[in-house]
């Protein structure tokens, strides 16, 4: 696996954005270089606040980097969205063209909550609305993080080929959505998804569902949409352009449910999230302490 220091930038959300993809390389078809485009070169970080270091941090673990790149500058692969862009726009404004530049956080946060429907073709990428998953101060520190200009930040790191289904789960960001696999004691809980049937995201390994495999894959790759496609309610974005075919193979019989689910390993305890509780932009927690930093993915080293 590869662990990438995050001299980088990373959040979710734009004029038309998405989730997505674990690139190992940090360069993309719109930015060749791999360096932040801000002075100062790639090597060094800069002195910022704790909301931009949250920011910085939530960046990964919403998996925004895996669809708009380190550093923000997009370029992640949408071939289907024929008609369209295809490739996933960037969030940094030094890659944007000066007219869609964003100036406010407002601007950020409102796509993030909305989301952005680019089309119902299976497998688009779609940017899904992130209400109910991610609080009004992640947002807020998302934007910071963003408008500073995705600002070098020591101490955040991202493994851009986590290898084992777990980290796969982590880094994917698929448990801050459907929340830790394994049944009803399992926490964190699915997230909230009130504009749908089902008022909440749907659990996995669930030992009370029995979707096939195959089911799942499909869903995987292609993404879904409860018809008809609201605004504010969390979708399944479509993967197949991001996840690779050996991350796919690992991925899926982590996920099963029914029995056999019952019978797997119990998962590693799930990462702690800058402002989890929703605390207020300078950082700190319930208990007074700053969050800035994930835990390492299970079996690798801290950076």
Known sequence: MRRTILALGLPALAAALVIAAGCASLATPEAPSSGSPSTGGASATTAVGQQVKDGAALYVAFACIRCHGPNGVGGVPNRLNVGGDDTIPALNNAYRDPSEQFHNALQITQVMMQGSILSHKPGVIDMPSWKGVVNDAQASAIAAYVLAGFPQVAGVSYDADPASASDIYTAFACITCHGQVGGASATPKPA???????????????????????DMRATILDGSIPPPGKVGEVLMPAWGQILS???????????????????????????YLPLASGSSASGSSASGSSQTMIPAPSGSASP
């Open 192 to 214: 909230p998804n009130p504009l749908s049937p089902d008022k909440a995201v749907p659990l996995l390994r669930n030992p009370a569902d029995n979707v096939t495999l195959a």
């Open 245 to 271: 075919t050996q991350q796919l193979a690992k991925i899926l019989p982590y996920l099963v449910d029914g029995p056999a689910g019952a019978k797997l390993p119990a998962p590693p305890t799930a990462p």
